[in-house]
């Protein structure tokens, strides 16, 4: 059996020696009806007789006989009888079974579970709606305006609430949420330094004293004005130019370019350009940890400990049914839950804190996020309706510059939606997607992109790396949770005080709670250099340079942007976006090195990323459901049956490679003795 499915064992001995069997972490049962009972914690034992007597036990630390094939105790004890092996030959087979999700992607949960679950998943997003709502404050000059800001931020939800759904439904299918991720907020930072978007200092009141005679001015500025004559028709601006970069990113799917990208951008490019991508938003990080390091630690332990540490334990719980009454149960809802229970162990830290008089008072020191009270103000400001539409700040109008800040993080949204794709699949224990399942996921983010620009989010939707992340380590990949956090983003939408709620949670929980699941999925895009020959000088070096050229260069150009002056205002604007964007450039570097430097498809790890390669290329995966996964329901069967579909990238096909996938795909169960369940 394949290392990586586990491992099996096959031991030979008698009725005899069976008691003296030496077993890893075995517990025997010391009553003599049920010697020949063999319990090993997390692994599925099988004992194979001369007369095919087999018993499959459960994951239990409890020997209980309702607790063997799931049967009753009349007839388990039928089939559990003591037998007489002390002259027969037994085979002990040993699997581990500990690598399987709790959920797979089709699997339903129960309903209170899968509430939870996606609370969990909304308190992991909701802050980093709240962070892109104020980078696309800052970018119009809003920072100070609260109304405006919970005007973004119910939109930010609504949408990304409403993409998550399409995502999951009829998009991709994976278990992915579709959010304001971090590649849109580097070129928000960009837009900010741009000329045409400088902050100027809000308009003063001018108030004439009668009693001196003089004129002064106070500290408070006209927000409205300033809203309706400054911020408005900037974010108007950034509106249009969304727009347009989101019919390209809907194109891109929709022709099925996604096919030709995958030709030439493989391991080598997706690697540098998204771990570039993280290091240069550790700033953000920095942002919510520093407000108090020892409450970010004491989160991202807790978070550690549970999902890591306590990874296969099961939790005793108590447990009422009609049939047995009160017992206890065994479940690992420490490791499902981690997060939740992390933020709130965190949560709790900080209001004792505040409340105890150890966290400043200070609004305007940095430590003052993390009290309980921060932002208590926003829930009272926040009206209990609240419900986005488009053309709600006004008509589109439409920006060069940050038309070619969008377009630049649309490139990179399609590559990393791709390797999130890959990501997502890998960790829900899927084949690789096929190209239609890609396309449409591609097209409905462009789609949700163009929609983002008609209600002036300021920012486009596309996947969200952390919540993958989040997958491995609580083992909950069911579609129907991401479908129920799309649900609860929506109510906390339209219900502006519930989601102000969230909002309030302390900066430094946030950063806490975030570094596990992103650090996950750092882990996981680095996991993709298995798949390169890095014994290659080839790959060395194009992973080498590229990475330290996408860090050196930026630095460079935000130091010295004066020194770039081509003679067109707009391509230097275009230049400046580019070359400061780590991500971009270091991928760029990435790209043509491994398109132009000499190699082979195996040396470049370019056939992870082929259709029909799933055999030869993943053959030790952990794969528990197959490519149907991906199909649309009830309307896959009839698409299947019009000759025309074929040709529509968007649609599953009976195309030949989709047909050799799945044929590969039935080897590898046959080959590895994959359990189905």
């Avoid at 998943?121 to 119009?140: D, E, K, N, R, Y």
């Avoid at 990208?261 to 942002?287: A, D, F, Q, S």
């Avoid at 309980?372 to 986005?388: K, N």
């Avoid at 230049?575 to 990435?590: D, E, K, R």
Wanted: glycine content about 8%; proline content about 5%; charged content about 15%.
């Amino acid at each position: 059996m394949d290392a990586s499915m586990g491992y099996v064992r096959r031991l030979s001995t008698t009725g005899d020696n069976l008691n003296r069997l030496e077993l890893p972490n075995a517990e025997r049962e010391k009553d003599d009806k049920q010697a020949s009972k063999i319990f090993l914690h997390g692994l599925i034992i099988r004992l194979n007789t001369p007369q095919d007597y087999l018993k499959t036990y459960r994951k239990s630390s409890v020997v209980d006989t309702q607790d063997i094939l799931g049967q009753k105790p009349s007839v388990v004890e039928q089939k559990a009888q003591k037998i007489d092996v002390a002259d027969e030959k037994m085979e002990i087979e040993i699997k581990d079974n500990s690598w399987k999700l709790f959920y797979k992607v089709s699997d339903s949960p129960p309903f209170y579970m899968t509430l939870l679950f996606a609370l969990q998943q909304t308190l992991m997003v909701l802050p980093f709606c709240v962070v892109s709502t104020i980078m696309v404050a800052q970018s119009v000059c809003a920072e100070d305006d609260n109304d405006l800001k919970t005007q973004l931020l119910s939109t930010t939800t609504f949408l990304s609430a409403v993409c998550t759904v399409l995502q999951t439904t009829i998009g991709v299918r994976l278990p992915v949420y579709q959010g304001p991720t971090a590649g849109y907020i580097v070129p928000l930072l960009v837009i900010s330094g741009l000329p045409d978007f400088k902050c100027e200092p809000m308009w003063k009141k001018v108030i004439f004293n009668v009693t001196t005679g003089e004129n002064f001015t106070t500290d408070e500025p006209d927000i409205v004005g300033y809203r309706e004559n400054i911020a408005l028709p900037k974010l108007r601006a950034m509106q249009g130019s969304l727009i347009l970069a989101g019919g390209i990113h809907m194109l891109i799917g929709l022709t099925g370019l996604v096919g030709v990208l995958l030709k030439v951008v493989g391991p080598l490019t997706v690697v540098p350009t998204l771990l570039l991508l993280g290091i240069e938003l550790n700033g953000v990080m920095n942002t919510f940890c520093e407000t108090h390091w020892g409450v970010s630690a004491g989160t991202c332990l807790t978070s550690i400990i549970l999902a890591v540490y306590l990874n296969g334990w099961n939790m005793p719980l108590p447990m009422y049914t009609r049939g047995r009454g009160c017992h206890i149960i065994r479940y690992p809802l420490q490791q499902v839950l981690a997060i939740l229970f992390a933020i709130l162990i965190g949560w709790n830290i900080c209001c004792i804190l505040t409340y105890s008089g150890a966290l400043t008072s200070d609004p305007n020191n940095k430590q003052y996020k993390t009290r309980t009270d921060f932002g208590v103000d926003t829930i009272e400001r926040t009206p209990w309706v609240t419900v986005p539409y488009p053309g709600q700040f006004g008509s589109s109008e439409f920006n060069t510059g940050i038309f070619l800040a969008f377009f630049i993080a649309t490139l990179l949204s399609v590559i990393e939606s791709i390797a999130d794709y890959y990501a997502c699949a890998r960790l829900s224990h899927l084949p690789p997607p096929p190209l239609s399942a890609m396309n449409r996921g591609i097209m409905i983010e462009g789609f949700m992109s163009m929609v983002a620009g008609f209600f002036g989010a300021g920012h486009a939707t596309t996947t969200y790396s952390n919540n993958i992340g989040l997958i491995s380590m609580t083992r909950v990949a069911s579609r129907r949770v991401f479908q129920m956090l799309g649900i609860q983003l929506v109510i906390c939408a339209v219900i502006g005080k519930l989601g102000a709620v969230f909002v309030t949670i302390p900066y430094a929980v946030l950063g806490g709670s975030s570094i596990l699941s992103f650090g996950l999925f750092i882990g996981v895009i680095t996991s993709y250099l298995q798949f390169i020959d890095m014994n290659s000088p080839r790959n060395l070096a194009v992973v080498g340079v590229s990475m330290l050229t996408g860090l050196m260069v930026p630095n460079w150009v935000k130091e010295n942007s004066t020194v770039i002056k081509t003679g067109s205002e707009e391509f230097d604007k275009f230049l400046i976006m580019a070359l400061t964007n780590p991500s971009f450039f270091g991928g760029f570097v990435a790209f043509i090195l491994d398109n132009t430097v000499k190699g082979t498809k195996r040396e470049r790890g370019m056939a992870a990323w082929a259709l029909g390669e799933i055999q030869s290329v993943d053959t030790q995966s952990q794969i528990e459901e197959d490519l149907d996964v991906y199909e649309i329901p009830i309307l896959t069967k009839y698409l299947k049956k019009i000759p025309c579909m074929k040709y529509l990238p968007i649609f599953p096909t009976t195309h030949q490679k989709i047909i050799n996938a799945e044929n590969n795909l039935r080897q590898i169960k046959k080959t590895n003795n994959i359990e189905m369940t």
